[in-house]
T-cell receptor, first 114, second 117 residues
Framework: AQKVTQAQTEISVVEKEDVTLDCVYETRDTTYYLFWYKQPPSGELVFLIRRNSFDEQNEISGRYSWNFQKSTSSFNFTITASQVVDSAVYFCALSEAGAGKSTFGDGTTLTVKP | DGGITQSPKYLFRKEGQNVTLSCEQNLNHDAMYWYRQDPGQGLRLIYYSQIVNDFQKGDIAEGYSVSREKKESFPLTVTSAQKNPTAFYLC????????????????FGAGTRLSVL
C-alpha cells in the first residue's frame, strides 16, 4: 500500500522568507510518480510538478524548487522569497506506475504574512 | 477553453434525499476521479473511472454512486445512505495512460460544496 505523509499541518512565514514543505512517501513499487499540487482559497487544485522515480534531479522553476531524495523517500518543496500569493494548501501525491489513481497527503497550509 | 466544469458550486441536501453532482470535461481525458475533502483534511478518493462504462470504488465509496456513460461526463450521486455528506467535492481527470509526459497528472474542477439542511 502506498502512503504520503506531510507532517507539517500549518506553516506561517513572513513575506520574503524561504519556506520548505516536507513530503515523505511509502511505496513498494520501483516505478512511481510524485506530484505537488497547490490549492488556493478558491478551492481548485493546480498541478505544480511531477517527478518520476528514475529521475532524482532537483528542479527549479522560478521561486519554486523541489528536492527528490529516493534514499530517504522524500520529495520536499521549497519556496524562495515567499509572497502573499503563495498562501494556499499544498498537497504532495504519489501514483504507482500501473495504477490509475494517486494517493494524496493531508496537505500543508501555508500562510505568508505581509 | 478546455477544462473541467463542476456544477453546482453550492448544493444543499435535505434529509433522506439523493443529490447528484455534475462533472464534465472537454480535455479528451480517459480517466476521471471524485474526491471528498473535509475541513483541514486531505483528499479521499470516492470513485474513479479509467474508461467509459467502467469505474472502481475508491477508499470511501459507501453512500455514493457514479456512472460513466460518456467520456466527457462522470456524475456523482450522494445517496441518503451517506449519513455525513457535508464536504467539499472535487472532480478530476487525467490524460490517456499512454502519454508519458502527462502521465497520471490530474486536472481538477473548481469543486462543489455540499451541505445538509
Amino acid at each position: 500500500a502506498q502512503k504520503v505523509t506531510q507532517a507539517q499541518t500549518e506553516i506561517s512565514v513572513v513575506e520574503k522568507e524561504d519556506v520548505t514543505l516536507d513530503c515523505v512517501y511509502e511505496t513498494r513499487d520501483t516505478t512511481y510518480y510524485l506530484f505537488w499540487y497547490k490549492q488556493p482559497p478558491s478551492g481548485e487544485l493546480v498541478f505544480l510538478i511531477r517527478r518520476n522515480s528514475f529521475d532524482e534531479q532537483n528542479e527549479i522553476s522560478g521561486r519554486y524548487s523541489w528536492n527528490f531524495q529516493k534514499s530517504t523517500s522524500s520529495f520536499n518543496f521549497t519556496i524562495t522569497a515567499s509572497q502573499v500569493v503563495d498562501s494556499a494548501v499544498y498537497f504532495c501525491a504519489l501514483s504507482e506506475a500501473g495504477a490509475g489513481k494517486s494517493t494524496f497527503g493531508d496537505g500543508t497550509t501555508l500562510t505568508v504574512k505581509p | 477553453d478546455g477544462g473541467i466544469t463542476q456544477s453546482p458550486k453550492y448544493l444543499f441536501r435535505k434529509e433522506g434525499q439523493n443529490v447528484t453532482l455534475s462533472c464534465e470535461q472537454n480535455l479528451n481525458h480517459d480517466a476521471m476521479y471524485w474526491y471528498r475533502q473535509d475541513p483541514g483534511q486531505g483528499l479521499r478518493l470516492i470513485y474513479y473511472s479509467q474508461i467509459v462504462n467502467d469505474f472502481q470504488k475508491g477508499d470511501i465509496a459507501e453512500g455514493y454512486s457514479v456512472s460513466r456513460e460518456k467520456k466527457e461526463s462522470f456524475p456523482l450521486t450522494v445517496t441518503s445512505a451517506q449519513k455525513n455528506p457535508t464536504a467539499f467535492y472535487l472532480c478530476a481527470s487525467s490524460p490517456p495512460a499512454g502519454g508519458y509526459i502527462a502521465k497520471n497528472i490530474q486536472y481538477f474542477g473548481a469543486g462543489t460544496r455540499l451541505s445538509v439542511l
